[in-house]
């Protein structure tokens, strides 16, 4: 018999747009990108993969690409909290809250709720949407 995970009953989650999970804190300093983001984004922007990458991106052999976080916060946050790539977002900022590595109850409750605050707010979201949204940031990075 399999158990119910903690959030069996599911978890409220709503974006307030604060821009705080777009801003350097904790072990949240980083963007990695997949291979889905460095076709989205860039094409977005009207620049090749290798324009955006050596403008926007750090890479490091033996590692995924990710967002170069020079500044306090990521390099695509205007000055009113919004994200000028949001319709082509990565996956990792596209599927937040709801990582697995989020999702072990002293983390959710935790650093998670302290960087944001839309956790325990809004729409209900159940198991199997949670588990989706996991699964498909969980993909895009094998």
Not at 23 to 35: A, D, I, R, W
Not at 39 to 59: H, M, N, Q, Y
Not at 114 to 129: H, N, R, T
């Given at each position: 018999?399999?158990?119910?995970?903690?959030?069996?009953?599911?978890?409220?989650?709503?974006?307030?747009?604060?821009?705080?999970?777009?801003?350097?804190?904790?072990?949240?300093?980083?963007?990695?990108?997949?291979?889905r983001?460095?076709?989205?984004?860039?094409?977005?922007?009207?620049?090749?993969?290798?324009?955006?990458?050596?403008?926007?991106?750090?890479?490091?052999?033996?590692?995924?690409?990710?967002?170069?976080?020079?500044?306090?916060?990521?390099?695509?946050?205007?000055?009113h909290?919004?994200?000028?790539?949001?319709?082509?977002?990565?996956?990792?900022?596209?599927?937040?809250?709801?990582?697995?590595?989020?999702?072990?109850?002293?983390?959710?409750?935790?650093?998670?709720?302290?960087?944001?605050?839309?956790?325990?707010?809004?729409?209900?979201?159940?198991?199997?949407?949670?588990?989706?949204?996991?699964?498909?940031?969980?993909?895009?990075?094998?």
């Amino acid at each position: 018999m399999s158990s119910k995970p903690w959030y069996g009953n599911g978890l409220r989650f709503e974006c307030t747009q604060c821009g705080r999970c777009c801003k350097n804190h904790g072990q949240y300093t980083f963007v990695n990108l997949s291979e889905r983001d460095l076709e989205r984004i860039p094409k977005f922007l009207g620049l090749t993969r290798s324009a955006f990458l050596e403008k926007f991106c750090d890479v490091n052999p033996g590692f995924f690409p990710s967002l170069k976080f020079d500044e306090a916060a990521c390099p695509f946050l205007d000055e009113h909290n919004h994200c000028r790539v949001y319709p082509v977002r990565p996956k990792q900022c596209e599927t937040w809250p709801f990582w697995t590595e989020n999702l072990e109850p002293e983390v959710w409750s935790g650093e998670v709720k302290e960087c944001c605050p839309g956790i325990d707010q809004g729409p209900l979201y159940d198991q199997a949407e949670i588990e989706r949204r996991a699964k498909a940031t969980d993909e895009d990075f094998r």
